[in-house]
C-alpha cells in the first residue's frame, strides 16, 4: 500500500510563499503521476498541478494557479513539491496529494492514492 505524506503547509501573509512536499512511500506504476489538489471550507475539491515521473510532464489549473505555483520533482526522494507564490486569501485551502497511473488520471481525481492533507492559510 503506497502511503502519501504532505508536509509544509502553515500560515502565511498574503503575498508570501510556501512550499508543500508529497513524499511517497514507494514508486511504482501506480504512482507513476503525482499532482495536487485543494479544497476550501464549503468548495468542492480543486484540481491545482500534477506531474509524471518518467518524461517530467506536467499540467496545471490556470485558474487556479495563473503562473503563480510550481510543480517539481525529486526523482531520488520520491517527493513531489509544490512552489506557492503569491499567495492570497483565496488559496487557503486544506491542500491534499494525489498519485495514480497517469496525469490524466490524476488531473481527473481518480488517483488511487490520497494523501491525509495540509492546511495552507493565508491572512490578507
Known amino acids: 500500500q503506497v502511503q502519501l505524506v504532505e508536509s509544509g503547509g502553515g500560515l502565511v501573509q498574503a503575498g508570501g510563499s510556501l512550499r508543500l512536499s508529497c513524499a511517497a512511500s514507494?514508486?511504482?506504476?501506480?504512482?507513476?503521476?503525482m499532482g495536487w489538489f485543494r479544497q476550501a471550507p464549503g468548495k468542492e475539491r480543486e484540481f491545482v498541478a500534477a506531474?509524471?515521473?518518467?518524461?517530467?510532464?506536467?499540467?496545471y489549473n490556470p485558474d487556479s494557479v495563473k503562473g503563480r505555483f510550481t510543480i517539481s520533482r525529486d526523482y531520488a526522494k520520491n517527493t513531489v513539491y509544490l512552489q506557492m507564490n503569491f499567495l492570497n486569501p483565496e488559496d487557503t485551502a486544506v491542500y491534499l496529494c494525489?498519485?495514480?497511473?497517469?496525469?490524466?488520471?490524476?488531473?481527473?481525481?481518480?488517483?488511487?492514492?490520497w494523501g491525509q492533507g495540509t492546511q495552507v492559510t493565508v491572512s490578507s
Open positions: 506531474l509524471n515521473w518518467g518524461g517530467g510532464g506536467t499540467t
Open positions: 494525489a498519485a495514480g497511473n497517469s496525469l490524466l488520471t490524476v488531473r481527473s481525481g481518480q488517483g488511487d492514492y
Open positions: 514507494e514508486r511504482t506504476s501506480s504512482t507513476y503521476a
